[in-house]
């Protein structure tokens, strides 16, 4: 079993819904999780953390963390065709201290149509 | 403020050659992170280090990989003898080191290509 897993996708959506990108994890032990976009030949960029359980907003993005079924996703509402882009969970591991060390999980491509 | 600053931005080379990979993490950023990426094997970290000392290099492929951090302000990822297989995208980032919930920010990458 992967540490994070993810659905590789394409996940397609019409402009204007909402995307549903979701992640699991196998250390029972995380704490930290994040959300990373990355466009085609760019590096990941952090879009959103989420600490604990329960839903976290910025703007069009919301991230939700289960830990008790260690499932973390990330939706996009009001989808737009620039939000075409993989999108890579991260996890903290236990063990790492406070080294700030993260597995990344396959990523999953969206596409926005208009 | 600058971000983590990579060099060279592409790197084609011939199989055999030696490789050198530079990094210069975010300014007070005491964790440095070195990955690969592949459409195969996705983003994989190869080795970390907290204060300029490595903590973990399980993720190094093999013995031809070598990376250091000199001081606080420059890494460097070496592969000697390169071959076709290494030929990937290598990311550099960089985080605080203080604690689990700091997000890790990277550098532009190395597209390395080995003939």
């Known amino acids: 079993q992967k540490e994070v897993e993810q659905n590789s996708g394409p996940l397609s959506v019409p402009e204007g819904a909402i995307a549903s990108l979701n992640c699991t994890y196998s250390d029972r032990g995380s704490q930290s999780f994040f959300w990373y976009r990355q466009y085609s030949g760019k590096s990941p960029e952090l879009i959103m953390s989420?600490?604990?359980?329960g839903d976290k907003e910025d703007g069009r993005f919301t991230a939700q963390l289960n830990k008790a079924s260690q499932y973390v996703s990330l939706l996009i509402r009001d989808s737009q065709p620039s939000d075409s882009a993989t999108y890579l969970c991260?996890?903290?591991?236990?063990?790492?201290?406070?080294?700030?060390?993260?597995?990344f999980g396959q990523g999953t491509t969206l596409q926005v149509k208009p | 403020d600058a971000g983590v600053i990579q060099s060279p931005r592409h790197e084609v080379t011939e199989m055999g050659q030696e490789v050198t990979l530079r990094c210069k993490p975010i300014?007070?950023?005491?964790?440095l992170f070195w990955y690969r990426q592949t459409m195969m094997r996705g983003l994989e970290l190869l080795i970390y280090f907290n204060n300029n000392v490595p903590i973990d290099d399980s993720g190094m492929p093999e013995d031809r990989f070598s990376a250091k951090m000199p001081n606080a302000s420059f890494s460097t990822l070496k592969i000697q003898p390169s071959e076709p297989r290494d030929s990937a995208v290598y990311f550099c980032a960089s985080n605080t080191g203080q604690g689990e919930l700091q997000p890790q920010h990277f550098g532009d990458g190395t597209r390395l290509s080995i003939l």
């Open positions: 989420i600490y604990s359980n």
């Open positions: 991260a996890v903290n591991p236990t063990g790492s201290g406070n080294t700030g060390k993260l597995i």
């Open positions: 300014s007070g950023h005491n964790s």
